[in-house]
């Protein structure tokens, strides 16, 4: 099992979400988060001083898949969260040792 993770727009979750489940993902979940990356959010310079760094809204989109799908999920995510401008986000792929479902005490892939 593999965590895919995922910093997108706020305008793109929409899009995400179908991406997500026509790629054969069974469920994911979403947190609304704030950050910056290389651009800082917006750079501004006024007489020289150092950028101004600005935390910008962004969602974290979490999906639990099987190790097969990984590629096709993270295609998805990309494809459905892009505009082509800086800022559209990352995504990256943790291991999952292993999931636990609270209502069954199913385990790893049976809990996904």
């Known amino acids: 099992m593999k965590l895919v993770t995922a910093i997108i727009r706020m305008n793109k979750l929409d899009a995400v979400m179908s991406a997500v489940s026509e790629a054969?993902?069974?469920?994911?979940?979403?947190?609304?988060?704030?950050?910056?990356?290389?651009?800082?959010?917006?750079?501004?310079q006024f007489h020289l001083a150092a950028e101004e760094r600005v935390l910008r809204p962004k969602l974290r989109v979490d999906v639990v898949v099987h190790d097969s799908l990984v590629t096709t999920v993270t295609e998805a995510i990309m494809k459905s969260?892009?505009?082509g401008d800086i800022g559209d986000g990352k995504i990256w792929v943790s291991?999952?040792?292993?999931?636990?479902?609270?209502?069954?005490?199913e385990r790893d892939w049976e809990a996904v």
């Not at 069974?26 to 947190?31: A, D, I, P, R, S």
């Open 24 to 44: 054969g993902a069974g469920g994911l979940t979403v947190t609304e988060v704030r950050g910056f990356g290389r651009q800082y959010g917006h750079m501004e």
């Open 95 to 105: 291991p999952i040792e292993s999931a636990l479902r609270v209502r069954t005490g």
């Open 81 to 83: 969260a892009q505009t």
